[in-house]
């Protein structure tokens, strides 16, 4: 294209969101029950999902109708443009085209309120009004926020402690869309007394701050729980992502090769690579190449193993087949560039499993110098965990350049960083060093995770 961006039509919006598991030349292993070990049914999440969302869960319809209450807030920021980052292309001398889809135009400046929207509208239909939900960085507490604001729910959001202390602007932007955020050990369930009993320094980690929402969830009939990332249904509603990248780079005639995404739970590279990666099973493209970025702090893709686990730290939630550092996982404090949780989609972890989609780790000094390159390039200040599919862009740019191919990539965009400059701060300061999760540590709590 000639344009640097290109964005479509309101009127373009997609109407229905891909389901992945409608086309997978090998079905999800199932999800387990925490005590009996035995495949749940529906009545298993009842006390946590609305059913909309857990039949969401193992549909197997290839496509799912969005709500028009859904597609009319999607609006207030859908579609997002598609951009082709010319300058970074020229400052890099490479043949590659790169594209991306950013999604940091949203209110709470990331891709999450795609699903935090559709999940807080499921949940009022069924009646409820009550959501608790936990939150890393913030940028889920505040997308969850958002959309109880626009649906009329009472939020509340556990905040894993290190976050809440350092990034206290997260929390008030919660609290301005009217949600409660409180930090993570907490003394209000059993989970978080427990934890602050062995330890009352915990600095939290996202999956205790899970077993303290589920645990708070699961014990009142008016609350249900709300996940922001790694559950199919997750995946299905940020699959807009990449149903409208697709339509436009149809638009402007151009189809990716390599396409990449920073990975936390999955959710925001999934979105982006799934409607693609259809392609690549039905034999279409049988060569894009579909690469996820991810810290060497928590390489739960390219160390963890491939294995039932649970989904927080008291092993409460039903277990997943996935790729899994061992729930017991407490991140490096060191470590500064978020995607900070031990396990990893289902849907992606077998795709990979699979052989359709590739994973690569990368330090924290080398994501924080693609961010600063990229933004004084293109201008726009991504956040941290974005920076590693930058990062990961730039080492694929810089392969074309050697060999002189001009390969199409397109990467997410997930969300900005004007919430975290305190990260730059330190890595402009020269605070910053890197970190490798010890392989010893991994083995260790694989000890820990359930045996079936
Ligand atoms: C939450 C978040 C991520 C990581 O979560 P995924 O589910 O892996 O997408 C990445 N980028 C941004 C901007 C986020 O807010």
New binding site residues.
Partial sequence: MKQVKYTLDEKQIPTEWYNIQADLPKPLPPVLHPGTKEPIGPQDLAPLFPMELIKQEVSTERYIEIPEEVRDIYRLWRPTTLYRARRLEKALDTPAKIYYKY??TSPP????PNTSVAQAYYNKKEGINRITTET??G??GSALAFAGACFGIEIKVYMVKISYQQKPYRRVMMETWGAKCIPSPSEETKAGRDMLAKDPDCTGSLGLAISEAVEEAAGREDTKYSL???LNH?LLHQTVVGLEAKKAMEEIGDYPDIII?????????A?LFLPFVKDKIDGTKPDIKIISAEPFSCPTLTKGNFTYDFGDVSGNTPLLKMNTLGHGFIPPPIHAG??RYHGM?PIISHLMDLGLVEAKAIHQLDIFKAGVQFAQHEGIIA?P??DHAIAAVVEEADKCKESGEAKTILFNL??HGHFDMSAYEDYLAGKLQNYEYPQALIDDAMKEIPQL
Avoid: D, M, P, R
């Avoid at 400046?109 to 999450?112: L, N, R």
């Avoid at 995404?261 to 590279?269: A, L, Q």
């Fill in positions: 999604e940091g400046g990331s891709h999450k890393g960085a940028q889920w922001g990332s790694v997750v995404g920073c990975v936390g739970g999955g959710s925001n590279f979105g978020g995607l989609a956040a965990e974005t997930s969300g």
